[in-house]
């Protein structure tokens, strides 16, 4: 797998202070997407031993709520065993921090995928340039859902957080 950054500190990409891995690989080609660049599985850096024990080391660090997957697209078939991996180590090392993963792939088509089971939020849905809206949280387009996994799975429902705050 390759990816092309890994943020630091980020308060964009889900609640709290998070580690943000921006991986290479995406079969969706969003119109108006932010980052093109990623689309490319073989552009961006080897996610090698030493970009893993970076991110690994920026997890370790207790204010830090979790880490977020973007890109490209984490979910993109190439992408999919190195994610699965990454996600099952860090739920072992860190059961409390939270991982999301920002994906093109409706959730219907992605909620049997093994990687869920480390999964606690998911934003699904390609982006829309038409349906952009600067004031949604977490997310770029209105078609887009920030969906709570645990829940959603609990209760054989999407549940997304918007619903949640709402119902609590």
Not at 31 to 53: M, R, S, V
Not at 57 to 62: A, I, K, V
Not at 133 to 146: A, K, P, T
């Amino acid at each position: 797998m390759n990816y092309h950054d890994i943020t630091k500190d980020d308060m964009k990409n889900g609640p709290g202070l998070r580690a943000v891995l921006w991986v290479s690989g995406c079969e969706h080609h969003c119109p108006g997407c932010q980052n093109p660049i990623t689309w490319d599985p073989g552009d961006g850096l080897k996610f090698d031993d030493e970009a893993h024990e970076e991110l690994m080391e920026l997890l370790g660090r207790d204010y830090i709520s979790g880490l977020t997957l973007s890109g490209g697209d984490p979910l993109y078939p190439g992408n999919r065993d190195s994610i699965l991996e990454l996600c099952r180590e860090v739920k072992d090392r860190w059961p409390d921090k939270t991982i999301w993963i920002y994906t093109g792939y409706d959730y219907e088509d992605i909620a049997s995928l093994d990687i869920m089971k480390y999964t606690d939020v998911v934003v699904d849905g390609k982006y829309i340039e038409d349906k952009r809206d600067i004031l949604l949280h977490w997310r770029g387009s209105s078609n887009q859902r920030v969906i709570d996994v645990n829940r959603s799975q609990k209760e054989g429902v999407i549940c997304t957080l918007e619903d949640i705050n709402v119902k609590e």
